[in-house]
T-cell receptor, first 116, second 115 residues
């Protein structure tokens, strides 16, 4: 597709369960970002990949959160032992080259996670 | 550390009137400033950015923003609002001296344009 694709669009899970959220960036985009948006808040940075490696994971809230991008394209955000406070919309964005360095990001529609 | 403040949770304006959505920022170096818009059930969309040069930046859908270094502000403006402009607007900043750091977003301002 032409844009950033995120699946699932909605995920409801129970406290303590494991969750995976997937992001398929725009083809050719080397940079990929994960953000989290809670109700009434702006997007909060989680992690940034340049190619396959995590260039900055300083936004991950704790060790229950982990993300991978093994082939430099699709990325998966993994949340272990989910807690009710993890409920939010998880946004993925990608960018490429100079546009990336100057911050112009292309966002997906997000994955809404609800932890009961 | 960089930060952004959007002092208004909600802005209401009548259709055809000018609109302003306020943003102030804090960075240690020179700022790269952005506005994004989020329509219901849609992803964030880029509107415009300031990197360097002219303080008045023009963007998509007739929006513009003015960079004011002395007031550390980057307010979003439009001369004549449309009902279709109703959405959630986010200001974002990154510091040009910090390598490829991610964007830091404000909390957002909900714009409601009334017919």
């Amino acid at each position: 597709g032409a844009g950033v694709s995120q699946t699932p669009s909605n995920k409801v899970t129970e406290k303590g369960k494991y969750v995976e959220l997937r992001c398929d960036p725009i083809s050719g985009h080397t940079a990929l970002y994960w953000y989290r948006q809670s109700l009434g808040q702006g997007p909060e940075f989680l992690i940034y990949f340049q190619g396959t490696g995590a260039a900055d994971d300083s936004g991950l809230p704790n060790d229950r959160f982990f993300a991978v991008r093994p082939e430099g394209s699709v990325s998966t955000l993994k949340i272990q032992r989910t807690e009710r406070g993890d409920s939010a919309v998880y946004l993925c964005a990608s960018s490429s080259g100079l546009a990336g360095a100057l911050g112009e990001l292309f966002f997906g529609e997000g994955s809404r996670l609800t932890v009961l | 550390a960089q930060s952004v403040a959007q002092p208004e949770d909600q802005v209401n304006v009548a259709e055809g009137n000018p609109l302003t959505v306020k943003c102030t920022y804090s960075v240690s170096g020179n700022p790269y400033l952005f506005w994004y818009v989020q329509y219901p059930n849609r992803g964030l969309q880029f509107l415009l950015k300031y990197i360097t040069g002219d303080n008045l930046v023009k963007g998509s859908y007739g929006f513009e923003a003015e960079f004011n270094k002395s007031q550390t502000s980057f307010h979003l403006k439009k001369p004549s609002a449309l009902v279709s402009d109703s959405a959630l607007y986010f200001c974002a900043v990154r510091d040009d001296g910090s390598g490829n750091t991610p964007l830091v977003f404000g909390k957002g301002t909900r714009l409601s344009v009334i017919a």
